[in-house]
């Protein structure tokens, strides 16, 4: 059973930046696609990044794309996003997810193994 645990949430102001990591107890993490989501008070888990075993592979959420950056150092089993310009409507809490799958996705169902999440909390 692989483990995932977030770090790097908190508090910014709009316009600045955070880093979250997640880092991935196990094997074979360079095998696994990589997800990052976030949920809302109120609103359904969304889909922010995601990144597969080819690290040149990344897919991002219309409302993320050109800020938001994920990377991967499969040396240390961790999976990173870089968010900048960060906007109040960013707040949420982050999940990273890994995926076994083939496939490239974006929903949340085919991510079998989820972190805890870190809150985000963007003011204006």
């Known amino acids: 059973q692989v483990q995932l645990v977030e770090s790097g949430g908190g508090l910014a102001q709009a316009g600045g930046s955070l880093r979250l990591s997640c880092a991935a107890s196990g094997r074979a993490f360079s095998s696994y696609l990589m997800g990052w989501f976030r949920q809302a008070p109120g609103k359904e888990r969304e889909f922010v990044s995601a990144i597969s075993r080819n690290p040149s592979n990344t897919g991002y959420a219309d409302s993320v794309k050109g800020r938001f950056t994920i990377s991967r150092d499969n040396a240390k089993n961790t999976v990173y996003l870089q968010m900048n310009s960060l906007k109040p409507e960013d707040t949420a809490v982050y999940f990273c997810?890994?995926?076994?799958?083939?496939?490239?996705?974006?929903?949340?169902?085919?991510?079998?193994?989820w972190g805890q999440g870190t809150q985000v909390t963007v003011s204006s």
């Open positions: 997810a890994l995926s076994t799958g083939y496939s490239f996705s974006r929903r949340p169902q085919d991510f079998g193994s």
